[in-house]
């Protein structure tokens, strides 16, 4: 499909999965507890049909809380997690994975679309085994719908060769925004297949008044908000914004009624600082 035909529902197909992942996500990191149901419930008002979560964000339970009230039936929303560690002895990895699907869906069948493993770093190759074997079961019993990885680099994703069953993920979540393009690891997700995710697509709200993005915002008369997440959404990335704010969270969503020229796609581009991600 081409990008300046996407709309609010837009979706595309996920490997391993008969379940469509909506082309725009709303993040809730750093979405306290108490705020966490009520931010997703505007979401979902506003038109979000997918939300991004994670065990270390500590906010799974208001995200399912949110599903069961907003009236929507559960399949009509797309709902990411992440484990981050393996946890020490005999099936206690598949176990804490399984929690995370009861907080979000606590019915005899509840499950969650995509589950991913969280980030590679400060973790050893048979940490990160032990975490993917432990979604590859959840997803074979049906209680995750698509597995992938987050943070993953070549080489990380190389090295899931030797212990997958299923590869390669279906998706790889990873900080993208101008300023940070990880060309080589989009590269190898094209070439592979694995949907690209960006996560801080707004550069976590830091670049907004940088005078090429304000320049374009001017041009297509949106926020640079919006020209940042419709960026993502034409490099053929799933962006995950995160806000609290009703007029951000409406704003956010109302990218599709315009594009951003080529030209100006390629001063985007040009933004990068071509470093990598710094991890602990
Ligand atoms: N896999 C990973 O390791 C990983 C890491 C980081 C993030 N993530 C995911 O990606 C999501 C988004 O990333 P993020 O939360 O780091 O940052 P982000 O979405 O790039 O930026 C969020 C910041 O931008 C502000 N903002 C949002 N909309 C705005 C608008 N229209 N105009 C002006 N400011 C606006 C927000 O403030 P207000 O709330 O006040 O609007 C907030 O301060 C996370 O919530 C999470 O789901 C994943």
């Known amino acids: 499909m081409a990008r300046t035909e996407l709309t609010l529902t837009s979706s595309v197909p996920l490997r391993g999965s008969e379940a469509r992942m909506p082309v725009l996500g709303f993040g809730v990191y750093q979405i306290d507890r108490p705020d966490c149901a009520a931010a997703c419930l505007r979401a979902l008002s ?7 979560t994670a065990q270390i964000y500590q906010n799974e339970e208001e995200v399912g809380a ?10 009509a929303i797309f709902v990411t997690t992440k484990i981050r560690y393996p ?17 979000i869906d606590p019915r005899d ?5 995509l589950f991913l493993v969280h980030s590679p770093h400060a973790l050893k190759p048979k940490d990160r085994k032990e975490l993917w074997l432990a979604l590859e079961k959840l997803h074979a019993e049906g209680r ?12 990380h994703l190389e090295e899931m060769k030797g212990y997958a069953t299923v590869w390669p993920p279906a998706v790889n979540q990873i900080l993208l925004h101008p300023w940070t393009q990880q060309r080589e690891t989009v590269d190898y997700c094209n070439e592979h297949g694995i949907i ?9 709200g830091m670049k907004l008044r940088e005078p ?9 008369g949106k926020s640079p908000a919006q020209v940042l997440i419709r960026y993502c959404l034409q490099k053929g990335w799933v962006p995950l914004p995160k806000s609290e704010k009703e007029e951000h969270i409406e704003q956010n969503a109302d990218v599709f009624c315009f594009s951003i020229s080529q030209d100006d796609m390629a001063t985007l581009d040009g933004l990068d600082r071509r470093q990598g991600p710094k991890f602990e």
């Open 212 to 220: 090429a993005l304000v320049g374009i915002a001017e041009k297509v």
């Open 87 to 103: 946890r020490l002895g005999k099936g206690k990895t598949y176990l804490r994975a399984l929690q995370s699907v009861r907080k």
């Open 66 to 75: 949110a599903l069961r009230c907003c009236g929507l039936p559960r399949e």
């Open 46 to 52: 506003a038109g979000y049909r997918h939300i991004d």
């Open 144 to 155: 995750i719908r698509a597995i992938g990885v987050s943070n993953y680099q070549p080489e």
């Open 196 to 204: 690209l995710q960006a996560f801080s697509p707004l550069a976590r």
């Open 109 to 113: 069948d509840g499950y969650v679309d």
